[in-house]
């Protein structure tokens, strides 16, 4: 196993893996461990060479120390890349490999799952390392984080809405849902639940036809999704779809949902700010899944109550971040990196 340190500008630690015998290859970025250990997911992807999974692991594991900040957890932001097709690659001494470089870290990187990767993956990663979450099965084992993602997402969204809308009352919005995966099926559950309509697409027709049966939703195709006349858009399939083609598609007041980077361009924020778009920062708005992850990293014996703590001190984050956001007439991610960076310098001193 070879392991080298890199000089990567903004972040505190990065390495460079290789594994000749079982043909690990990938970066661990330490974007921060200011606020705690460094956790962030390890994803397995082809990339199109080094360059380009360095710089996914740099740019993820940046986004980690957000999300972690935000959702006010005693974690930095990591994140690990490992290069290769996990259908052809993956192999049990190649997840035994990567278990022995986090283990090489001494803690300061907690691993857990991510694209790519399974929890019985983590099982024979574990085998190797204690630092690693996400497991199928133990005594803290966190399970599938998305049911506690959506309860983030469902109350970002009556925040955002009682802001922009005077109003967090569900009963009669109309909502458009962008994918009805793990994430998207629960938080149109708990939607429907709260009285409002649900306008949904999904390349997956048959998520949709489960979705119009479960909760009355109407569909539109996918592309279409973005002009739907709605009050609230939940983004909860994919990154970069807010964008200079799509924002002026939109005709809703709110955007809040569970998808990673959901603004294609830093210059987006501003471009919804422009058309009174209310916009829910989407590292705040996703955070119950970390938080879900966080109970089996730091070993919570009280699962549920801090759970619930954590999600309702997130609500209150978002809740200063859009007050926050209205007196000085800024887009809401804006003041949420700002408030990310104040809780940095704050630990810092
Ligand atoms: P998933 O793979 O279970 O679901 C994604 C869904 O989106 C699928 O049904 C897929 O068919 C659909 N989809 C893909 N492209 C689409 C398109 N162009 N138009 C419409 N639908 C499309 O994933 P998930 O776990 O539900 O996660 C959804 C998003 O939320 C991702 O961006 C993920 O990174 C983010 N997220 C998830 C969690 C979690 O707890 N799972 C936590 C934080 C963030």
């Known amino acids: 196993m070879k392991i080298d340190e890199i000089d990567a500008l903004g972040h505190e630690r990065v390495i460079r893996f290789e594994d000749a015998d079982s043909g690990l290859r990938g970066f661990v970025a330490l974007h921060s461990t200011q606020l ?69 870290l001494g ?28 497991l199928a099965d133990g005594p803290f084992a966190s399970g599938d984080p998305s049911p506690v993602t959506a309860r983030g997402i469902f109350n970002a969204i009556r925040t955002t809405s009682r802001h922009a809308l005077g109003s967090g009352d569900l009963r009669g919005r109309v909502v458009a849902v962008q994918g009805l995966g793990h994430v998207g099926m629960h938080l149109c559950g708990l939607l429907h639940g709260a009285g409002a309509r649900l306008i949904v697409a999904d390349v ?58 959901q603004l294609a361009l830093a210059g987006d924020g501003a471009r919804l700010h422009a058309r009174g778009i209310l916009y829910a920062p989407d590292f705040v708005a996703n955070g119950g899944g970390i938080i879900n992850v966080a109970t089996e990293i730091l070993r919570i014996e009280n699962r549920e109550t801090w759970v619930s703590e954590k999600l309702a001190a997130l609500d209150r984050t978002l809740e200063r971040i859009l007050s926050r956001a209205r007196s000085r007439d800024v887009g809401p991610e804006e003041v949420a990196e700002e408030i990310v960076r104040e809780a940095l310098s704050r630990a810092a001193a």
């Open 36 to 104: 705690g250990p460094a956790a962030g997911g390890v994803r397995m992807r082809v990339y199109g060479g080094e360059g380009e999974a360095l710089e996914d692991a740099l740019r993820l594991s940046r986004g980690m120390t957000f999300k972690n900040a935000a959702a006010g957890l005693p974690l930095g932001g990591g994140k690990a890349v490992i290069m290769g097709d996990p259908a052809r690659d993956k192999s049990p001494a190649l997840l035994a490999a990567f278990g022995r470089v986090v283990e090489a």
């Open 107 to 134: 803690g300061r990187y907690r691993t857990a799952e991510d694209m790519g990767m399974t929890p019985a993956d983590m099982g024979l990663i574990g085998a190797e390392t204690r630092y690693v979450a996400g």
């Open 204 to 261: 997956d027709e048959a998520r949709v036809a489960r979705a119009r049966e479960a909760f009355g939703a109407g569909a539109v195709a996918s592309a279409e999704i973005f002009g739907v006349d709605a009050d609230i858009f939940a983004p909860c399939a994919i990154g970069g779809i807010l964008n200079a083609d799509t924002i002026p598609r939109l005709r809703v007041r709110v955007v809040a949902g569970g998808a990673n980077n």
